[in-house]
């Protein structure tokens, strides 16, 4: 079960999709392109098991030079080798 900060982690990915830029940053994404856009997408993850796969959130970045990325956010309070 997740917890309280897992969750207050999902909640600002979710309602303020213009902070992912800014962890990506944290964690060794790319650096010096401006980030225009940010925008929420939807969850679900193509799986070819029988269980359905949700990411805790999904955002699509538009930079400056017109190249997008969409990141996949998983929240982990943790390293886990999974």
Do not use: Y
């Amino acid at each position: 079960m997740p917890g309280e900060f897992h969750e207050i982690l999902v909640k600002l990915i979710q309602d303020e999709p213009a902070s992912v830029p800014w962890m990506l940053g944290l964690a060794g994404g790319p650096r010096g392109a401006t980030c225009v856009s940010a925008e929420t997408r939807s969850g679900a993850v193509g799986s070819a098991g029988p269980t359905e796969r949700r990411a805790d959130g999904v955002v699509r970045l538009g930079f400056a030079d017109r190249k997008g990325l969409l990141v996949v956010c998983e929240v982990q309070n943790e390293w886990c080798e999974d």
